[in-house]
């Protein structure tokens, strides 16, 4: 299984855009990049997920670049609701997932 | 999506004794697991739910202490048994739920505090 490394904190402000990239250079032919986010005391939530290339949906974005070695989740706009911890995870969809330590984001207004 | 449910959502437990988490699943799901996390850590991954065999334990949780049944496709349980202050956690369920991908889902947690 594919491990992730993602800076362990980051600072924005409400209104700005927020890009958050992870690094998994041993990714496998079969995996596929997930995001989620926690709360306190929540279960992660998901986020977003793809195998390359941009994906897009109501909430964020993940990049992908060609060699698949890193990807990127922008959060547009965020607000003081998207405090939270993001965790980047790779698998190849057995559910069998290694956490690392996530990256907390902290929105100032 | 798949909706998880767990219960209890909260609890306070005595040392030594047991404690049985239940998690249902809105829809049948082929894979289920139990995650623990800890105050102030990451989610650790403590077991496979098998519908109809033994659970699959990941190294350092065994099934004496971290008990499983997973009777069908939509239902499991996870006891903590002889509890001690060190497994005040939060224990969560996840499922790889088809749809229109396959994608893994949480519970919302089972937060217990032993004491």
């Known amino acids: 299984l594919a491990k992730t490394t993602q800076p362990i904190s980051m600072d924005s402000y409400e209104g700005q855009e927020v890009n958050i990239t992870c690094s998994h250079n041993?990714?496998?032919?079969?995996?596929?990049i997930t995001w989620y986010q926690q709360f306190p005391s929540q279960g992660p939530r998901f986020i977003i997920q793809?195998?390359?290339t941009k994906v897009t949906n109501e909430v964020a974005s993940l990049f992908i670049p060609a060699d698949r070695k890193s990807s990127t989740l922008s959060l547009p706009r965020v607000s003081l609701s998207d405090t939270a911890v993001y965790y980047c995870?790779?698998?190849?969809?057995?559910?069998?997932?290694?956490f690392g330590q996530g990256t907390t984001l902290q929105v100032k207004p | 999506s798949a909706v998880i449910s767990q219960k209890p959502s909260r609890d306070i437990c005595q040392r030594g004794t047991s404690l049985t988490i239940q998690c249902q699943v809105d829809?049948?799901?082929?894979?289920m697991f139990w995650y623990r996390q800890q105050p102030g850590q990451s989610l650790t991954l403590i077991a496979t739910?098998?519908?109809?065999?033994?659970?699959?334990?990941e190294s350092g949780f065994v099934i004496d202490k971290f008990p499983i049944s997973r009777p069908n496709l939509t239902f499991s349980t996870l006891t903590v048994s002889n509890m001690s202050p060190e497994d005040s956690s939060i224990y969560l369920c996840?499922?790889?739920?088809?749809?229109?991908?396959?994608?893994?889902?949480f519970g919302e947690g089972s937060w217990l505090t032993v004491v």
């Open positions: 739910a098998n519908q109809g065999s033994e659970a699959t334990y």
């Open positions: 996840s499922v790889v739920w088809g749809g229109s991908g396959n994608t893994i889902y």
């Open positions: 041993n990714i496998a032919t079969n995996d596929y």
């Open positions: 793809g195998y390359k």
């Open positions: 829809s049948q799901v082929t894979m």
């Open positions: 995870l790779v698998g190849d969809y057995t559910g069998k997932l290694i």
